[in-house]
């Protein structure tokens, strides 16, 4: 299940630039960078900090392209349509996140 997040509120700047999703095997990182098993491009990770009324958080965002999203650390971006994928493996759960792509935010409001 995949559920889109509404970003209308909330604030995003980037925590790190763009870095490579690595493939995991065994549960240790290797040195094959992860593909989509749909359009086999890479996959990248983006570190967020969103920010709402309430306070901040830093997120994971995953955005799979065929070079890594150009992003510097304290730009602000919209993420387009950002969604949050609840997963299980091995008895452990969680939460992924993953963008379409990131968008460049204008200065006066980060979430479009």
Known sequence: MRLIIDVSRVSFSVGREPEPRMARENGQETAVQRRDKVTNLPMWSVQLVAIEEDGAEVINVTVVAPDAPKLSAGQPVVPVSLQAIPWAENG?????????????????????
Do not use: F
């Not at 452990?92 to 379409?100: L, Y």
């Open 92 to 112: 452990k759960n969680g939460t992924a996140c993953r963008a379409v792509e990131m968008k460049p935010a204008s200065m006066g409001k980060a979430a479009a």
